[in-house]
């Protein structure tokens, strides 16, 4: 006995086909992920304009000069960004924090780039646990705390350093300057493994989903017995080996450390945090949106200086990105109400 042949619908493949492709971009258009995926798509418009328009843009040393500017600002930026989804705003010691680790960095070097990042990179984590206790476990306010902490950090880095450059006697050339392929610095690789890296330790472990909550409602996370204190405490211990590693970069590529090493760091930061999506009153926003943000920021720079415009134009544009982030953020809470 034959079976009757099975009965084709019209446009049933186009269906679900148009289904799968609305399952993809209503998360990307929802209001939560709205402005972090209009700046991941503005870097992509951007970066292809700039290639068709820009002479040389394409070029491998003008690549490489866009991610050596977004790798150390964003190593930070997504660290500083598990601060700010924590619910404490921000960390403003960035700077002095990256300063003093290139002075040990730099001063370090010559027992090996292991012992010297080892000694930069622990003593960001210090102070970054000494703030988180201040904030987590005393509550005392998080951006004073950081003004004072920062005020401290710099008045022992300049104390350690006898207020001097330091040059660095040993070779950190491949972390400095060290490329896997043309146009693609080993830094860029660093930066992507601790945006991926931090991103999915918020978004997949017990431990971030506390901080998400924490930064939500903080009164609703202590309720439900949420280790809401120790979070804040790992957060900052995170953003200040973000910072930290910054300054090694940063101490790497020029060969010297110094206090003017990071100088706006805690600006282009925070910058990068804010235009990516990430919500300045904590619990939403990933950790992946600073690091779009960063490079976001990076190639609106670069654009900006191939085309000579002024270090004060750079700044202009900058600061009005940051304020359309803040007003767009704004506006799209009053939407998720």
Request: charged letters at 10%; glycine letters at 12%.
């Amino acid at each position: 006995m034959r079976h009757p042949a099975p009965i084709l619908v019209p446009g049933a493949t186009d269906d679900q086909g148009a289904g799968a492709v609305r399952s993809i971009l209503r998360p990307l258009v929802a209001p939560a992920r709205l402005q972090a995926s209009t700046i991941q798509l503005l870097t992509l418009l951007m970066f292809v304009a700039a290639s068709v328009s820009v002479d040389n843009f394409l070029s491998g040393s003008n690549v490489a000069a866009i991610l050596y500017s977004a790798s150390a600002v964003g190593i930070a930026a997504s660290a500083l960004a598990t601060v700010t989804i924590g619910g404490n705003l921000f960390a403003l010691s960035l700077a002095p924090t990256a300063a003093f680790a290139s002075i040990l960095f730099a001063g370090n070097l010559q027992h090996g780039v292991a012992f010297a990042s080892a000694a930069a990179l622990g003593m960001g984590v210090l102070v970054g646990l000494v703030q988180g206790t201040v904030v987590g476990l005393l509550r005392c306010n998080p951006i004073i705390s950081s003004i004072a902490a920062g005020s401290i950090i710099a008045a022992i880095a300049t104390l350690a350093s006898g207020g001097r450059t330091i040059l660095a006697t040993g070779d950190a050339n491949w972390l400095g300057n060290g490329v896997l392929l043309p146009g693609l610095p080993c830094q860029a690789l660093l930066f992507l493994l601790a945006a991926v890296g931090l991103d999915h330790v918020l978004q997949r472990t017990r431990r971030g989903r506390e901080l998400r909550l924490r930064g939500t409602n903080p009164q609703a996370a202590e309720i439900a017995g949420m280790r809401t204190r120790s979070v804040v405490l790992i957060s900052y211990a995170i953003c200040g080996l973000g910072a930290a590693a910054a300054g090694v970069l940063i101490a790497a590529q020029s060969g010297t450390g110094n206090m003017r090493v990071g100088g706006d760091l805690d600006f282009s930061a925070i910058a990068a945090v804010l235009v990516g999506g990430v919500a300045i009153g904590g619990g939403r926003g990933r950790v992946i949106d600073a690091a779009a943000g960063a490079v976001f920021l990076a190639v609106l720079t670069n654009i900006l200086l191939v085309n000579n415009f002024a270090y004060e134009v750079q700044l202009m544009v900058k600061g009005l990105a940051v304020l359309a982030a803040v007003t767009a953020g704004a506006l799209l809470a009053r939407v998720r109400r």
